[in-house]
């Protein structure tokens, strides 16, 4: 009897601080913040668009320095913002590329935005509206653009980066306003838009390219129609004097779902490279 009593007695001492934390109220939880967030009242697109902001610190950095700018559509927190804001922090800290202001912004209507005009019924029944392409590079242009300046230290640098329809649009920009970036990186473009029309109107425009002089970073995955038109693009860049393409890189082994971080990666790296460390 004295044993059980003195089982029973050491069970209850034991699971005493068990209870306790289970009924004790957990921390209160904080927001993660890696950023920050603001919204513009766009005149261009009619509408409020939200924009999001991520300034890396590797260590040295001066936190007052100004930073050249890398431009994302898909810029919304659940869409391609987290992983490029990582790819920004780990290549900056690591000596890998130059530090950039990441500014990413968030869709409303995607293939509106993203696009350009289509003659093509395939093409019209995407979206309620296409088309768009040239009022989303005006508020580029005329209203993102300004306000960057004015929040945040900057140089005059600029880089656009986009995967599928967004790469289409940065291609379009590309061709239409090359002078609008210094540096143009579209992964896996949509070129099939319009049955191909920008890809057979590029040779026109090559002269202004080559006469803005920017840098081109190209990627394909292994699908096909989007892989054959993006390395025939790659060749017209490559063919014009001088040449604007840095780099084409096939990625026969991503998808389409999969090709927008390896080929960001290695497109952060070739086009804006950190500079040697000093010589001690």
Known sequence: MRLIVLSLLLSAVS?????????????????????????????????????????????????????????MADGGIGEDFLHVAGLVQVLSGNGSMRPFLLVGIENT?????????????????IAPRIGGSAAYRRFLRDELMP?????????????????????????????????LFNSYIALDPSLWWNRGAMLAGATKQLPAVTRAKPQVFLASSGQPELA?????????????????????????EETHATIYHPAALQALR?????????SP
């Open 270 to 278: 070739t086009l804006f490279p950190a500079p040697p460390p000093a």
């Open 109 to 125: 209507e995607r293939r509106r935005d993203m696009t350009g005009p289509s003659n093509d019924p395939q093409d019209q029944k």
């Open 228 to 252: 054959a038109s993006t390395a025939r693009l790659a060749a017209l860049l490559q063919q014009a004097a001088p040449s604007p393409l840095v780099k084409y890189l096939p990625l026969p």
């Open 15 to 71: 699971a005493a601080p068990l209870m306790a934390a289970e009924t004790a109220s957990p921390a209160a939880a904080s927001p993660l913040v890696i950023g920050e967030t603001f919204t513009i009242e766009s005149k261009a697109l009619g509408e409020t668009r939200r924009i999001n902001v991520y300034r890396p610190q590797p260590w040295g950095l001066d936190p007052k320095a100004p930073l050249p700018v890398l431009y």
């Open 147 to 179: 306000q960057v300046r004015q929040r945040y230290p900057t140089t005059d640098e600029r880089a656009l980066i986009g995967e599928s329809l967004a790469g289409l649009f940065v291609v379009e920009t590309l061709l239409q306003e090359p002078t």
